[in-house]
């Protein structure tokens, strides 16, 4: 049983996630599907003098005051333990806002804690940030996926099989966005500049296609639907790297994985393969980087009212 919290301390969880495909449309209003993971970060704050953070998300100090003043919370000291490691593609900073978020309001609509968070990680790192990683850990679902469409905000869960795990491969090569063309590429998308564009529309096609494939269990037809997406974000959207595509196609070589892509913002980072769940010893011996195996979890706002975790 968790142990109580003295007076005024406030504590919160929440996943990272994947997002399975529609990627580097989020924030054009563009719809995606995520899905929240089993891999969480808890926060423990309570007010102080001046906001301190323990953590070791790089620039978790203005992740939290960030979210902490968008809630309208006053200087706090928080301290941070995370499943979710930095830099594996599987949003520690969505994973740390929401946690802080569900702790200090658990009262809070899960969609205005997304909202939330999105502004204050936009305020504390300076890149426009979708709402899609936060949206997922506040309101994902345990064996589903999320349909989200990035304008609306309206959604839908998504059966996800249990015969599939999820696989987060670290390719080695990192990244701080802030130091990499991500905000360039989003205004020129924003510009309909042509190849960027091109990726927009037929990304959006391929999410559509995908919730059909998994309403049918098609799971080859997912593996051709992230091959299709590496080759646009690789191609029209110029986000990925010769070594990460190097690391796609050995992925997809091993048996029992049916498809891999660049995942998350890009230039780096990680990649994400679908693998049959009895395959995931050979494919982790057979990949020879490190690698994160994930399945389905609850958001924290999911959680939080008790729908189970």
């Known amino acids: 049983m ?19 495909i529609g990627e580097h449309v989020d924030y054009l209003g563009g719809v995606v599907l ?14 102080a003098k001046s906001w301190s953070v323990d953590s070791d998300v790089d620039g978790g100090l203005a992740y939290v005051r960030g979210v902490g003043e968008e809630l309208g919370l006053g200087p706090q000291e928080v301290s941070v ?60 679902q345990r064996g589903h996926a999320l349909l989200l469409d990035c304008a609306t905000l309206e959604y839908q869960a998504v059966p996800f099989p249990d015969e599939l795990a999820i696989a987060v491969i670290d390719s080695g090569e990192h990244r701080s966005l802030s130091d990499t063309p991500y905000n360039e590429r989003r205004r020129e998308a924003e510009a309909f500049d042509p190849k960027r564009r091109r990726h927009f529309d037929s990304e959006i096609g391929r999410v559509h296609e995908f919730v059909y494939a998994l309403g049918r269990r098609d799971f080859n037809e997912l593996g051709r639907l992230l091959k299709q997406s590496h080759e646009s974000l690789r191609d029209d959207f110029e986000v990925s790297t010769p070594h990460v595509d190097a ?13 891999a892509r660049i995942m998350g913002a890009g230039f780096g980072g990680s ?21 994160i195996f994930c399945s389905t979890a609850d958001g924290a706002y999911v959680a939080a009212r008790g729908q189970g975790q």
Not at 2 to 20: H, K
Not at 247 to 258: D, F
Request: charged letters at 15%; glycine letters at 12%; hydrophobic letters at 40%.
């Open 81 to 140: 333990t995370s499943e979710v490691p930095p830099g594996a593609g599987i949003s520690s900073s969505a994973a740390l806002l929401v946690a802080v978020a569900v702790g200090a309001r658990p009262d809070l609509d899960g969609k205005e804690a997304a909202l939330t968070s999105q502004r204050a990680e936009q305020r504390a790192t300076g890149v426009q940030v979708g709402v899609m990683d936060q949206f997922a850990s506040a309101l994902g």
């Open 247 to 259: 690391l796609v196609e050995q992925a997809s070589s091993i048996a029992g994985c049916y498809g």
């Open 34 to 47: 995520p899905a929240a993971v089993d891999k969480h970060t808890t926060v423990t704050g309570h007010p």
């Open 2 to 20: 968790e142990s109580r919290l003295p007076e005024g301390w406030w504590r919160g969880r929440a996943p990272g996630r994947v997002n399975l």
């Open 271 to 291: 990649v994400l393969a679908l693998v049959e769940a009895s395959q995931t010893k050979t494919f982790a011996a057979s990949i020879g980087r490190p690698v």
